[in-house]
Protein backbone atom coordinates (compact mmCIF):
# COMPACT_ATOMS: atom_id res chain seq x y z
CA UNK A 1 0.00 0.00 0.00
CA UNK A 2 1.06 3.37 -1.15
CA UNK A 3 2.38 5.61 1.92
CA UNK A 4 2.84 8.95 1.88
CA UNK A 5 4.01 11.33 4.51
CA UNK A 6 4.86 15.81 4.34
CA UNK A 7 7.11 17.28 6.61
CA UNK A 8 8.62 21.02 6.49
CA UNK A 9 5.61 23.20 7.26
CA UNK A 10 5.69 26.36 9.49
CA UNK A 11 5.51 29.61 10.05
CA UNK A 12 6.90 32.26 7.85
CA UNK A 13 7.03 36.02 6.64
CA UNK A 14 5.96 37.16 3.47
CA UNK A 15 8.07 37.13 1.20
CA UNK A 16 10.29 34.07 3.12
CA UNK A 17 10.65 30.63 1.70
CA UNK A 18 10.12 27.29 2.90
CA UNK A 19 10.94 24.01 1.58
CA UNK A 20 8.33 20.95 1.89
CA UNK A 21 9.54 17.00 1.57
CA UNK A 22 7.23 14.15 1.34
CA UNK A 23 8.95 10.75 1.62
CA UNK A 24 6.66 7.83 -0.44
CA UNK A 25 6.54 4.50 0.48
CA UNK A 26 5.13 0.74 -0.65
CA UNK A 27 3.83 0.04 -3.96
CA UNK A 28 2.69 2.34 -6.45
CA UNK A 29 2.64 2.30 -10.56
CA UNK A 30 5.65 4.54 -11.95
CA UNK A 31 3.83 5.93 -14.92
CA UNK A 32 2.12 8.58 -12.35
CA UNK A 33 2.16 11.78 -11.74
CA UNK A 34 3.45 12.98 -8.13
CA UNK A 35 1.90 16.47 -7.21
CA UNK A 36 1.32 18.52 -4.02
CA UNK A 37 -2.36 20.65 -3.57
CA UNK A 38 -3.08 22.71 -0.91
CA UNK A 39 -6.50 23.49 1.40
CA UNK A 40 -7.33 26.23 3.41
CA UNK A 41 -9.81 26.94 5.71
CA UNK A 42 -13.22 27.80 3.70
CA UNK A 43 -11.65 27.16 0.26
CA UNK A 44 -11.48 24.58 -2.00
CA UNK A 45 -9.03 22.31 -2.63
CA UNK A 46 -6.35 23.95 -5.01
CA UNK A 47 -3.71 21.63 -7.20
CA UNK A 48 -0.16 23.70 -6.54
CA UNK A 49 2.47 21.68 -8.58
CA UNK A 50 2.90 18.34 -10.44
CA UNK A 51 5.68 16.51 -12.17
CA UNK A 52 5.42 13.05 -14.25
CA UNK A 53 7.77 10.84 -15.12
CA UNK A 54 9.72 12.68 -18.01
CA UNK A 55 10.49 15.20 -15.21
CA UNK A 56 7.87 17.43 -16.76
CA UNK A 57 6.53 20.20 -13.99
CA UNK A 58 3.11 21.99 -13.92
CA UNK A 59 1.98 25.05 -11.74
CA UNK A 60 -1.46 26.60 -10.55
CA UNK A 61 -1.14 30.27 -12.32
CA UNK A 62 -1.19 31.85 -8.33
CA UNK A 63 2.21 30.08 -8.10
CA UNK A 64 3.79 30.00 -10.91
CA UNK A 65 7.79 31.84 -10.50
CA UNK A 66 7.20 31.37 -7.35
CA UNK A 67 6.69 27.70 -6.21
CA UNK A 68 8.96 24.45 -7.41
CA UNK A 69 8.32 20.88 -7.59
CA UNK A 70 11.33 18.21 -8.01
CA UNK A 71 11.93 14.37 -6.72
CA UNK A 72 14.48 12.43 -5.84
CA UNK A 73 13.57 8.89 -6.84
CA UNK A 74 16.68 7.30 -5.66
CA UNK A 75 15.62 8.84 -2.11
CA UNK A 76 11.87 8.06 -2.87
CA UNK A 77 11.19 11.88 -2.08
CA UNK A 78 8.93 14.80 -3.61
CA UNK A 79 9.47 18.06 -2.91
CA UNK A 80 8.23 21.14 -3.28
CA UNK A 81 10.17 24.59 -2.82
CA UNK A 82 8.15 27.68 -1.73
CA UNK A 83 9.84 31.57 -2.28
CA UNK A 84 8.07 34.76 -2.76
CA UNK A 85 5.32 33.19 0.42
CA UNK A 86 2.64 35.14 0.19
CA UNK A 87 -0.65 35.60 2.85
CA UNK A 88 -2.93 33.66 0.27
CA UNK A 89 -0.54 30.85 0.40
CA UNK A 90 -1.22 29.46 3.79
CA UNK A 91 -2.95 26.39 3.84
CA UNK A 92 -2.26 23.15 4.48
CA UNK A 93 -0.22 21.15 1.48
CA UNK A 94 -0.69 17.77 0.74
CA UNK A 95 1.45 15.49 -1.62
CA UNK A 96 0.13 12.90 -3.64
CA UNK A 97 0.24 10.22 -5.90
CA UNK A 98 -1.74 11.49 -9.40
CA UNK A 99 -4.00 9.62 -11.40
CA UNK A 100 -2.21 11.13 -14.60
CA UNK A 101 0.30 10.05 -16.73
CA UNK A 102 1.16 13.74 -17.68
CA UNK A 103 2.03 17.10 -15.52
CA UNK A 104 -0.76 19.20 -17.07
CA UNK A 105 -3.33 15.94 -16.59
CA UNK A 106 -2.13 15.55 -13.22
CA UNK A 107 -2.42 19.32 -12.01
CA UNK A 108 -6.66 18.90 -12.76
CA UNK A 109 -6.44 15.87 -11.37
CA UNK A 110 -5.28 17.23 -8.27
CA UNK A 111 -8.58 19.24 -7.92
CA UNK A 112 -10.59 15.97 -6.71
CA UNK A 113 -10.04 13.03 -4.32
CA UNK A 114 -11.18 11.01 -7.14
CA UNK A 115 -7.96 11.88 -9.36
CA UNK A 116 -5.17 10.54 -6.49
CA UNK A 117 -3.98 7.36 -5.74
CA UNK A 118 -3.15 8.24 -2.26
CA UNK A 119 -1.96 11.65 -0.10
CA UNK A 120 -0.28 12.08 2.71
CA UNK A 121 -1.79 14.02 6.17
CA UNK A 122 -0.30 16.94 4.90
CA UNK A 123 1.75 19.79 6.87
CA UNK A 124 0.53 23.14 7.98
CA UNK A 125 2.14 26.81 5.68
CA UNK A 126 1.25 29.72 8.12
CA UNK A 127 2.39 32.99 6.45
CA UNK A 128 1.83 36.17 8.07
CA UNK A 129 3.65 39.12 9.58
Known amino acids: QLQLAESGGGSVQPGGSLRLSCVVSGYSYSGYCMGWFRQAPGKEREGVATIDNKDNTDYADSVKGRFTISKDNAKNSLYLQMNSLKPEDTATYYC???????????????????????WGQGTLVSVSS
Open 96 to 118: ASVLAYTASEGLGALSTLEGLEA
